[in-house]
């Protein structure tokens, strides 16, 4: 018997300091890509490049228990600005060290080496998935289109994340 699609709830971050949501252009495009796909908007949302800042809004998002998802975009880097993986990682119960290692192998083709700067991760906190991206638009196709969409996909085999998603919060 084939799955059936589920939607899920997904709350997008855009982190920086330079953009707003006219300039936008990565948020914009997970938010377009994850409705095409059949997915819900829960909320999107912009904020600086600041560890606290982030880490209060996705904290935010994962006390909710609505968005079954949160994408952020923006801070991955290695500059002194970049903090999004500081902000995030001590919000995590579970890391999913495969994303980050999976997508600098997709983003080698493009950019090569340069991918190791690449500081992109994702793990589940209280029963939510997590995924930090670059804040380039490429990036956020990239991780999209061919990781997170297939994972977030209940019909994608031989699994998917999505089918997770009950068992997430299990003692």
Not at 21 to 27: A, I, L, M, P, R
Not at 108 to 119: A, E, F, H, M, V
């Amino acid at each position: 018997m084939d799955a059936e699609f589920t939607p899920l709830d997904i709350a997008v971050l855009t982190v920086s300091d330079s953009r707003d949501e006219s300039s936008d252009t990565s948020g914009a495009l997970l938010v377009s890509r994850l409705q095409d796909a059949g997915h819900r908007l829960f909320e999107r949302a912009l904020c600086a490049d600041d560890i606290y800042e982030i880490r209060a809004r996705v904290a935010r998002w994962i006390a909710d228990e609505r968005p079954q998802v949160v994408i952020t975009t923006g801070g991955t880097g290695m500059t002194g600005r970049d903090g999004t993986p500081e902000a995030v990682i001590p919000l995590l119960d579970k890391q999913i060290p495969g994303f980050g290692e999976m997508f600098r192998v997709l983003s080698w083709d493009k950019i090569g080496p340069s991918t190791l700067q690449s500081r992109c991760l994702a793990g589940v906190a209280n029963g939510c998935y997590i995924f930090c991206l670059p804040g380039s638009s490429g990036a956020c196709a990239d991780g999209w289109d061919q990781l997170i969409s297939r994972q977030l996909d209940t019909r994608s085999r031989p699994c998917n994340l999505a089918e997770l998603l009950p068992r997430l919060k299990e003692q």
